[in-house]
């Protein structure tokens, strides 16, 4: 049985995902609403929490955040959100 470290790290991975140390997730700006929705289903399966501080600045977001979360909320429940 894999542990959950090599798991997730097995997942990004799979995603096609850079993983460094301190934790830096690098992808292409042109595939980031894709790839934020394939990380929201791989942690999906997990069961994980999200969390997101100083949520007042994703009001600045370009890439369209709202549909995205508001599909996790709706159909993802191995994920708690949390804003502060």
Partial sequence: MLSKKKRIK???LKLGFSLEYPVKIKFSIDETRSNINRIFEALNELGKVVVFDETQYLRYSTIGLRPIL???YDYMRGITLVFT
Wanted: proline residues 0%; hydrophobic residues 50%; aromatic residues 0%.
């Fill in 70 to 72: 508001a599909h996790c």
């Fill in 10 to 12: 097995d997942i990004l």
